[in-house]
Structures are given as C-alpha cells and as structure tokens.
C-alpha cells in the first residue's frame, strides 16, 4: 500500500507556553496541526455533534498533531489553534455581515495579542488583583478547556432546576476567581461572588483579564468607525458555503 503524507503547519501560541508546566508540551509555545482532510469535513457535517455543541472540539482533537493534553489549553491558545485551522481548512478570506453591512478580512492578518510577559515569569496561572471599589484582593486564574466544559456542564444543570435562570456571569466568575483575601475554599469563593462582589468590582475585573488574556486578535474597524469590533465568528466561520 502506498504511504501517503500529510502536510502541516506550526501553531505559535498567544501565551507563548508561559503558562503552562515545563514538563507540558504546551510549554512549548507551540502546536503542530494538520491540514484538513475528507475525515474533518465528516466531523465538521456530523449532527449529532453539532447538536451537543461538540463539533469544533472534535474538529481540533481531529487535526493536533502534537501529543497535548487538549483540557490544559488555554482559551486563547484554543482560539489561535481554531483560527490557524480555518486558515488551512478553507483558506484565509472570511466574509460576514455586521450591522447590515457585509465585509470580508483575511484571517492571515490576524495577530495575537500583545503578551504582558512579566505577568507570567513564574509559569503559574494565577494572578493578583485588588478590586478597585471594595478593596477585597483576590487571585484568578485564566480559563482552560476544562474549565470551560465545567462550567457548561454546571450551567446546563442550573438550567434543569430553573429554565428561566441565566447564571452565565457569576458562574463564570466562580471559576475564574481563586481567592478571596487570602482565602482559597471554593466555597467561601462562591459565597463572595453571590452575595458581596459589586457589580463595578467585577467590570473591573472582567476588563482586567481581557487585557491580560493571552489570545488571538479577532477585530477590526468597520468602515468609517474609530472603534475595534469583534469579528463575530458563526456557522458561516467553518462553513464558508452557508
């Protein structure tokens, strides 16, 4: 039987690895992915994962070649890997509507965000803050894969006791933060986040972690506008023919 190769292309991280254990092959700063093939385009099609909103973690695992842990990725460095696979997939030009108005980008263009590395000279994801109104300092952490499936799962489960309750923020919140002065039992976390984090604090917050965020800059200035927006990133991002 003939051997066939695959082509791949590097994936350089936006956290550089800096965030992960040094024995991780994240550590790295890097990911090796492969070119998408018919396998993917199955996996891209197959209802039963779009339905359980798995489809795009299956699409990822499908195409990483190098042997990570893909729970330990980072969302950011997750995002970098969705992006480069896009690119691979179904080429760098990438249409959508804003506004009423229809605009194309090449997602080749496209860079991560500058990387604050002072923040990381330790390895270790946790960082300090001191809520600007309460004075309260806390410790969070940037989510991974993991956490984002806990969080999910916790939602979903929310969601059965009461249809109508919409937690998405302060769930959100209770994973992100891991301290509270000095206090790291889960449940006093989740305690402060109910009933004593003011709602200025955690804009503060929020606004905070999107700086710090190591991740892929997915904006751009729409015609005639001074203010970045958001590359809204839909069905149509790996189904161009939609």
């Known amino acids: ?48 994962y779009i339905k359980n909103g798995t489809v795009l973690d299956k699409l990822l695992k499908s195409i990483i070649v190098s042997k990570i842990n893909f729970d330990d ?9 969705m992006v480069a696979t896009r690119i691979l997939g179904y080429g760098s030009e990438y249409s959508f509507d804003y506004l009423g108005e229809s605009y194309t980008v090449d997602l080749s263009q496209m860079e991560n965000k500058p990387l604050k590395e002072e923040l990381f000279k330790e390895r270790k994801n946790e960082f300090l803050f001191t809520l600007p109104k309460s004075g309260n300092v806390i410790t969070f952490k940037l989510l991974t894969h993991k956490d984002e499936q806990e969080i999910n799962r916790e939602l979903e489960g929310l969601k059965k006791i009461n249809k109508d309750t919409s937690p998405e923020l302060s769930t959100r919140l209770k994973y992100l933060i891991t301290s509270v002065n000095g206090d790291y039992e889960r449940k006093s976390v989740r305690e ?33 506008s001074d203010n970045r927006i958001n590359i809204p990133v839909g069905v149509s991002f790996f189904w161009p023919d939609i």
């Open 1 to 48: 039987m003939s051997e066939f190769k695959l082509p791949t292309e590097v994936v350089e991280l936006p956290s550089k690895g800096l965030l992960y254990p040094e024995d991780s092959e994240l550590a790295k700063g890097t990911v090796e992915i492969k070119y998408m093939t018919a396998k993917e385009e199955d996996i891209l099609t197959n209802q039963s």
């Open 73 to 81: 990725l980072l969302i950011g460095d997750k995002n970098a890997i």
């Open 192 to 224: 402060f986040v109910d009933g004593y984090l003011l709602a200025q604090d955690s804009r503060a917050l929020r606004e905070y972690i999107k700086e710090v965020q190591p991740d892929v800059d997915l904006t751009f200035f729409p015609d005639g």
